[in-house]
C-alpha cells in the first residue's frame, strides 16, 4: 500500500525523468549537428541515409499522395456541386495539400516508413554494442552514425512534402477534370488565382521543415537513448510513432495559428 | 559500381523534389518567372467594392491584362481607392476609360473590368481613373426590385 507521499514522489520523479530525457535530447542533438564534421567519408554516408529514408520512402508518399488526392477532388465536387460551383474543387485540393495535407500526412507517413526504421537500427546498433565498438576504435557514433541520419531526414521529408503536393494536385486533376467534367480551364486558373507562392507555398514548405527536424530527432533519438534488450528496442520504435505522431499534430496546430 | 547507381538514385530523388517544388510555384501559384516586368500603376476610387481583394484580376474584353495590388479606405473621399497594376504591353488605355468592379459567375469572385474610352491622352503610372462603376451588390437590387413592385401595386 503506497502512501500519498510516496505517489507525489513517485510523480515527481516521472517529471524529472521527463525533463532529463528532454534535456538529454537537446545535448545529443546540439553534439550531433554541431562541432567538427567529417566531410568526405560523411558526404557518402549522408548520400546512403538520404537513399535509405529518403528514396524508399517515394513509393508510399507518392501513392498515398494520389488516392487523397483523388479522394480530395471527389469529396469537394460532391459538396461543391450542390452550390453549382465545382470550378473551385482545383483551389479546394490545392490549398488544402499545400497547407495541411501535404506536410502533415507526409510527416505521419514518414514517422511510420522512416523513423520507425531509423529507431530500429540505431536500438539494435546499442543493442549489439556497435556504437560502443566504434567509440572504442575511436570514431565518435554521434558523426558517424547519428548525424548522416538526421541530415538525412531534414533534407528528404520538405522534398517529399513537395512530391506528395503535386502528386496530389495532380490525383484531383485526374479525377475531377477527367473523370467528373470539371473544365481543365478553371480548375487550374482557379487554383492559380487563390494559391499564393508567399503564403502557400512557403509557408506549407516551412511547416514541412519543421515536421521533418521533429520526426527525425524524435526517431533518432528514441534508437540512440533506447534500452539495449529486444524489448527496449520495441519500445522505442512505438514510441518514436506515437511521440513523432502527436508532436506533428500539436506543431501544426501552432504553425497553422501563427501562420495562415 | 553500387554506390554510382546509389548515388544516381539519391540525386534523382533530388532533383524530383526541387521540380516539384518548381511544379507548384509555376503551375498551381502561377508565380511568373520574371515578376513585375514593367506594370505601369493607376488606381480609381470605388464607392462600394463588395468583396474585391488584392491580387483580383484587371481585365479589358475579357482578356487579363492586370491584378489589383492594393485596396484602402480613403478617409477624406468616403470611397475605395484601389490600386491595380496593369501590364506594361498595355499602354494604349484611354484616359477617360471607365473601370468597374464585375462578378464572374453569379457567385463567382470580383474582378476589375475596364471599358474603353474615347481620349486621345493615353493613361500613364500614376494615374486615376476617373469614372467607376461600383459592385453590384445583389441585396441592394433585390431591395430595389422589392420596392418598384410595392410601388406599382399602389
Keep these: 500500500m503506497k ?7 513517485l510523480m515527481g520523479a516521472s517529471g524529472l525523468d521527463v525533463v532529463a530525457a528532454l534535456g538529454r535530447s537537446g545535448v545529443f542533438l546540439f553534439h550531433a549537428l554541431l562541432g567538427r564534421s567529417n566531410f568526405g567519408s560523411g558526404w557518402n554516408l549522408f548520400v546512403k541515409q538520404l537513399y535509405a529514408v529518403g528514396v524508399l520512402s517515394l513509393a508510399i508518399i507518392i501513392v498515398s499522395g494520389l488516392f487523397i488526392g483523388m ?79 538526421l541530415w538525412a531526414g531534414f533534407v528528404s521529408m520538405p522534398l517529399l512534402a513537395m512530391i ?20 481543365a480551364g478553371s480548375y487550374w486558373s482557379n487554383m492559380q488565382n487563390s494559391v499564393e507562392f508567399g503564403s502557400d507555398i512557403i509557408n506549407g514548405l516551412i511547416k514541412a521543415v519543421a515536421f521533418a527536424f521533429v520526426v527525425t530527432w524524435i526517431a533518432v533519438f528514441q534508437g540512440y537513448d533506447c534500452e ?25 496546430f501552432i504553425l497553422t495559428a501563427l501562420m495562415f | 559500381m553500387r554506390t554510382r547507381t546509389l548515388e544516381l538514385t539519391v540525386g534523382l530523388f533530388i532533383l524530383v523534389g526541387i521540380l516539384a517544388l518548381l511544379v507548384l510555384a509555376l503551375r498551381v501559384s502561377g508565380l511568373s518567372i520574371s515578376p513585375g516586368n514593367d506594370t505601369y500603376k493607376i488606381h480609381a476610387h470605388f464607392d462600394n467594392i463588395a468583396g474585391l481583394t488584392p491580387r483580383a484580376k484587371v481585365t479589358m474584353a475579357g482578356v487579363t491584362i492586370g491584378q489589383v495590388t492594393a485596396i484602402e479606405f480613403d478617409k477624406s473621399r468616403y470611397t475605395a481607392r484601389v490600386e491595380m497594376a496593369i501590364d506594361g504591353n498595355v499602354n494604349t488605355l484611354p484616359s477617360d476609360s471607365a473601370a468597374s468592379i464585375l462578378t464572374a459567375g453569379l457567385l463567382g469572385e470580383k474582378y476589375v473590368g475596364i471599358s474603353v474610352g474615347g481620349e486621345d491622352s493615353m493613361l500613364k503610372d500614376g494615374d486615376r481613373i476617373v469614372d467607376t462603376q461600383s459592385a453590384l451588390v445583389l441585396e441592394e437590387l433585390i431591395g430595389r426590385f422589392l420596392l418598384s413592385t410595392v410601388s406599382k401595386e399602389d
Design chain 1, 228 to 252: 539495449p534488450t529486444s524489448e527496449g528496442i520495441s519500445r522505442a520504435t512505438t514510441r518514436t510513432v506515437v511521440y513523432a505522431s502527436l508532436a506533428v499534430l500539436g506543431l501544426d
Design chain 1, 71 to 149: 479522394v480530395l477532388a471527389l469529396q469537394g465536387y460532391n459538396i461543391l456541386s450542390t452550390y453549382g460551383s465545382e470550378q473551385a474543387v482545383g483551389q479546394m485540393v490545392a490549398l488544402t495539400l499545400l497547407r495541411e495535407l501535404g506536410p502533415v500526412v507526409t510527416a505521419l507517413l514518414f514517422a511510420g516508413r522512416a523513423g520507425s526504421a531509423l529507431t530500429a537500427e540505431i536500438g539494435l546498433m546499442k543493442a549489439t554494442e556497435q556504437l560502443s565498438g566504434l567509440e572504442m576504435i575511436g570514431v565518435d557514433p554521434l558523426k558517424y552514425v547519428i548525424a548522416p541520419r
Design chain 1, 3 to 9: 502512501t500519498l507521499s510516496d505517489r507525489i514522489a
Design chain 1, 164 to 183: 506528395f503536393c503535386v502528386v496530389g494536385i495532380w490525383g484531383g486533376a485526374m479525377v475531377a477534370v477527367d473523370w467528373l467534367g470539371v473544365y
